[in-house]
């Protein structure tokens, strides 16, 4: 297949080219004069849209299994290819815990066939001390997730020995941690050298405490969700509770500065659907939010953020702090995952348009940045727009 006339970032220059890829991957990108003899049989012309890799998500809920009324995992995989996303990675806080190598064998065969782009897993560890089962699995999922403020099931953890037996036998370590709970996960990195993973960073005392920590050194990197730098306290109602929970405007200044400086590494949404039902009738935390990350942080572009930045938060530094292989970057030999983008296109983003299962949208009414025209998965297009098509998402693999 050749991809014409890309808007693309190559080499850290913007321009127009034009990708060959074969098997699925990138084989080469050309000037788009050079490529005038080529005899394909599959050509796509982006008529000088942009083409950013595909994004990756560390940090989704897809319910599946035990809590599918709300999400599974084609619904999940439809809503990712509708906003471009083309990796995810589950939490693994579904019915029951991923806690035991027994229930990840079970949640993979599950998944096998069912979703429209890559996936993986995350890992969850247990007060009641999985360790062991941590060592068998951690080359097969992106982290251990641990829980330090709150879950389900048995994944809080409070007791010290726990903890560390926990991060001893982790490949990488990411956290649910809030306030004080972030300086002692950064201390047990520190304690047994495991890179760690701050998910879902809300507050400026938090990205402090992680600018500190990168400034000695430590192997941390934060995450920030699309939803706490757009919304806040002021907007907080029943559907706009999730944890963590909203804060204040000057927060989310500081942490649109953690972006701009550095400090924040990536984009997770935290996409944890419920439906409007049990968000209406009793107090629920968790909000959907992959539909619409990618066209949420184009209103920002060239306002707040670059291209550059963008693609950096959302596609490569995702792939590099899990080791996920062949993807991130438009590059020759990475998997060709990509996502096709009118920035053009500032049309709302409404419910009545949610493809997840919960079929709503915190962002219901606000205009977007631009709007995905076709989502790419190893050079299939699994959705053009309006349809999805190729159902071929098959688990990722990571550098060991």
């Known amino acids: 297949m050749l991809i014409k006339n890309c808007k693309i970032l190559y080499q850290g220059v913007e321009g127009i080219k034009d990708i060959l890829v074969e098997d699925g991957k990138i084989s080469k990108i050309y000037s788009c004069s050079d490529v005038e003899e080529l005899d394909m049989d599959e050509i796509v012309d982006l008529d000088n849209n942009w083409l950013l890799p595909g994004i990756i998500d560390v940090h989704t809920h897809m319910r599946d299994p035990g809590l599918s009324h ?18 995810f990675i589950d939490m693994p806080n579904t019915v029951p815990n991923t806690t035991t190598e027994e229930i990840l064998k079970d949640k993979e065969n599950n998944s096998r066939g069912r979703s429209y782009v890559d996936y993986g897993f995350h890992f969850g560890g247990s007060r009641l001390d999985n360790s062991s089962e941590i060592k068998k699995v951690r080359d097969r999922v992106a982290s251990t997730k641990i829980f330090l403020n709150m879950s389900t099931g048995d994944m809080l953890v409070e007791e010290e020995n726990i903890l560390e037996n926990l991060f001893r036998e982790s490949k990488i370590v990411s956290v649910h941690a809030e306030e004080d709970m972030v300086e002692k996960a950064i201390e047990l990195s520190k304690k047994f050298k495991k ?28 995450e920030v969700a ?3 730098l ?17 804060k204040t405007k000057e927060d989310n200044e500081a942490l649109w500065m953690g972006i701009l400086d550095g400090t924040i590494d990536t984009i997770g949404t935290d996409h944890a659907p419920h439906t409007l039902e049990e968000k209406n009738s009793k107090t629920t935390y968790g909000i959907p939010g992959i539909e619409d990350s990618l066209v949420m942080m184009l209103k920002e572009l060239n306002k707040r953020i670059s291209m550059k930045k963008l693609q950096e938060i959302m596609c ?14 438009i590059e020759v030999g990475y998997d060709a995952d990509f996502v096709v983008v009118d920035l053009k296109n500032k049309e709302l983003i409404k419910n009545e348009d949610v493809v997840s299962k919960c079929g709503w949208t915190p962002y219901d009414g606000i205009a977007g940045g631009g709007k995905v025209l076709a989502t790419f998965v190893r050079g299939e297009m699994v959705y053009d727009g309006k349809e999805f098509m190729n159902k071929n998402g098959r688990g990722v693999s990571y550098n060991v």
């Open 230 to 246: 757009f919304l806040n306290e002021t907007q907080a109602d029943n559907l706009l509770l999730m944890k963590p929970e909203l």
């Open 195 to 222: 890179p760690l993973y701050l998910c879902h960073l809300s507050k400026a005392s938090e990205v402090e405490l992680l600018r500190k920590a990168k400034g000695e050194g430590v192997k941390v990197y934060g």
């Open 226 to 228: 699309p939803h706490h």
């Open 316 to 329: 490569e530094n995702p792939a590099k702090i899990f080791g996920i292989l062949g993807k991130g970057k």
């Open 70 to 87: 709300k999400e599974d995992f084609e619904t999940g995989s439809m809503a990712c290819a509708k906003g471009g996303v083309t990796t």
